[in-house]
């Protein structure tokens, strides 16, 4: 219950549209319930008189007529009854009254309605936003556990299901209570041994929504979680197309999520059999109560405890009880359900960061002397060390580049650089400061990086490339673009130039072409670090000997980290560093490293016996 008051706490920011809509909403009722005992009564009163003059009709002594205006009122209803002319436009007067407060009760309604759905929605969209500002928080190690699908399905089918309930309970549970309360008050005025054995009943039918609850919730939650198997399989099937039609995989990925389907949807019928279940019993034990109020006060009402009208009256508040109970148990059965999706919202709401920035962080001048990498050691998944004990002092404007075997810890050591991730042990310091002691803005925005992976967002090429920054002008960009070797074919190839749409991931565009344009978008920062991790394995030699003069220019004055496993794009470096299962084999010259690192002469020998090996 504790994550879906913190849902309402949303809510509850708008609170003057809460308040405001819990008042008309409040108001209505009242008014609804008012004007039609009103209604009755004085029409009963009025007949009375007509029918029987001389005799005073015992309503006119009960409720509000028992009181000054109330008698006033009644003195006013036996002149009319005097006269059947008076009576009849004394009976449209009162008509045409009840259609008045009609009106009012209408316009209550649609403020009732309006403050509140503003207000859920807003709350709503507060929590959205903020869920979003968590996950993009989140350090890279909750992405690498997590999956997409999973991910996806937070902010689809769970938040879905928050917006019904957070609605329902300001919605319906306020008024409907205040309908059933008011319903009980009235049935308590008019008799109270029939109230009570109306009351008796109460017990039971609380006891059922109770289960019924408890069931709707343990069935919506295990619901919710097939529809994040579901959506894991679609997010890999979209992002697999290739591969999945390169090897005819169609209907096995179709089997995948019919299977998945069949199992959200037995938990979707169990959760609507549930809700179902609570239906004919609530009717059976309204028709009990019924049937024994009505047989009770029948005998009442023949000795004399009780007159025909108010028991009549009577039932109609039996009524009048029943139906928000209804209304309850179905907000009940809402409630449960998004109980269950804000347990899931909030249970990534609660993730904190792995990687924190200290509430005193500086921010880390222009580098200008040395990256030192004391003595780090990391492990994804402790104790297996995927670096250790790596030591390496890259002076400023000089060019490093890091070779190694598959899984000898290359990329990590960027990823500890940029800190999606903190070593386990060790320090890495930019020109004397601790990384972990800057702001992580002022770290990243003195790096370019060129993933291994590129990554590129379905947009135009110029907001790719000036991507997370719009205050570079279109010269700037055009310039990155040219050192990049992107200007190019991003004019003379592209149907629309810069303004051309990359599609998905860059679907659109070869991967030499992608990873130019990834290039651009380092270069764009004017980084003081440059890393460039295989930023160059889609392109062909010639282009990549073209793009290390470029390259040669731009670097100068600029730290550059280069991660290859193609000799070819050594050529830069000043020094090699070579890895061998995540520690420090040798750094030396390529001469150098062919007579003292048996790992980098067996990598040199390999891709000279092959030289189309990447």
């Known amino acids: 219950m504790r994550n879906y008051l913190r849902y309402l706490a949303f809510i509850w920011r708008y609170k003057l549209r809460v308040i405001g809509a819990i008042l008309s909403g409040l108001t209505a009722e009242a008014l609804d319930i008012f004007s039609v005992a009103f209604y009755l009564a004085s029409n009963e009163i009025l007949l009375s008189f007509y029918f029987f003059p001389g005799t005073r009709p015992s309503m006119a002594d009960k409720f509000f007529f028992k009181h000054h205006y109330g008698q006033q009122l009644v003195a006013f209803l036996e002149e009319q009854a005097k006269s059947k002319t008076a009576l009849m436009w004394t009976v449209v007067g009162l008509g045409f009254s009840l259609f008045c407060m009609a009106i009012i009760h209408a316009v209550l309604v649609f403020l009732r309605r309006y403050l509140l759905e503003s207000a859920a929605q807003r709350g709503w969209m507060d929590l959205l936003n903020r869920l979003f500002e968590r996950v993009s928080g989140l350090s890279m190690r909750f992405f690498s556990q997590r999956s997409l699908g999973h991910t996806m399905s937070t902010f689809g089918p769970d938040l879905g299901e928050l917006a019904m309930g957070g609605r329902s309970i300001f919605a319906h549970a306020i008024r409907d209570t205040f309908s059933l309360l008011a319903g009980l008050g009235a049935c308590f005025l008019i008799n109270v041994r029939l109230s009570l054995l109306v009351f008796g009943a109460l017990p039971v039918l609380l006891y059922v929504f109770k289960r019924v609850g408890d069931m709707v919730r343990r069935y919506t939650t295990k619901g919710l979680e097939k529809r994040a198997d579901a959506m894991k399989i679609l997010a890999e099937t979209v992002q697999g197309m290739m591969v999945i039609k390169a090897y005819d995989a169609e209907e096995y990925q179709r089997e995948r999520f019919r299977g998945t389907s069949r199992r959200m949807l037995h938990y979707d019928l169990r959760r609507t059999l549930a809700k179902a279940l609570s239906d004919p019993v609530t009717e059976l034990v309204y028709r009990a109560c019924i049937f024994v109020v009505g047989a009770y006060g029948v005998y009442l009402v023949v000795n004399a405890h009780l007159e025909v009208s108010m028991l009549f009256l009577f039932l109609i508040g039996v009524k009048r009880v029943y139906d928000p109970l209804n209304k309850l148990r179905d907000v009940n059965n809402e409630i449960q359900a998004c109980r269950a999706a804000a347990d899931r919202v909030f249970a990534i709401m609660d993730v904190q960061p792995e990687v924190l920035e200290k509430p005193n962080a500086a921010s880390l001048p222009p580098h200008s002397v040395d990256i030192a990498f004391d003595h780090v050691s990391f492990a994804y998944e402790p104790p297996d060390d995927v670096v250790h004990d790596f030591h ?40 004397g400061m601790d990384i972990r002691e800057v702001t992580q803005t002022s770290l990243r925005r003195q790096i370019g990086y060129v993933s291994q992976s590129v990554v590129l967002f379905n947009d135009t090429v110029r907001h790719n490339i000036a991507f997370g920054d719009t205050h570079y002008s279109d010269e700037q960009i055009e310039q990155a673009a040219r050192v990049a070797l992107a200007h190019d074919f991003v004019v003379n190839d592209l149907p629309n130039g810069y303004e051309t749409l990359v599609g998905e991931g860059g679907a659109k565009l070869s991967g030499g072409q992608r990873q130019r344009i990834a290039l651009a978008r380092a270069l764009l920062r004017d980084p003081r670090i440059l890393i460039l991790d295989e930023a160059t394995s889609a392109m062909d030699a010639e282009a990549e000997h073209r793009l290390e003069a470029q390259l040669a220019s731009f670097a100068r004055g600029r730290t550059v980290i280069l991660i290859a496993h193609r000799f070819s794009a050594l050529r830069l470096a000043d020094r090699i560093v070579v890895l061998d299962r995540g520690r420090t084999e040798a750094v030396g010259s390529h001469d150098e490293l062919l007579s003292t690192s048996p790992t980098y002469r067996n990598l040199y020998q390999k891709q000279a016996a092959n030289p189309g090996a990447r």
Do not use: C, W
Not at 412 to 419: C, K
Not at 421 to 426: H, L, S, V, W
């Open 392 to 431: 390496l002092t890259i002076r400023a404007g000089e060019v490093i580049a890091i070779v190694g075997e598959n899984g000898s810890g290359k990329s990590t050591l960027v990823s500890l650089l940029l800190r999606f991730y903190d070593p386990t042990q060790g320090a890495i310091r930019i020109d």
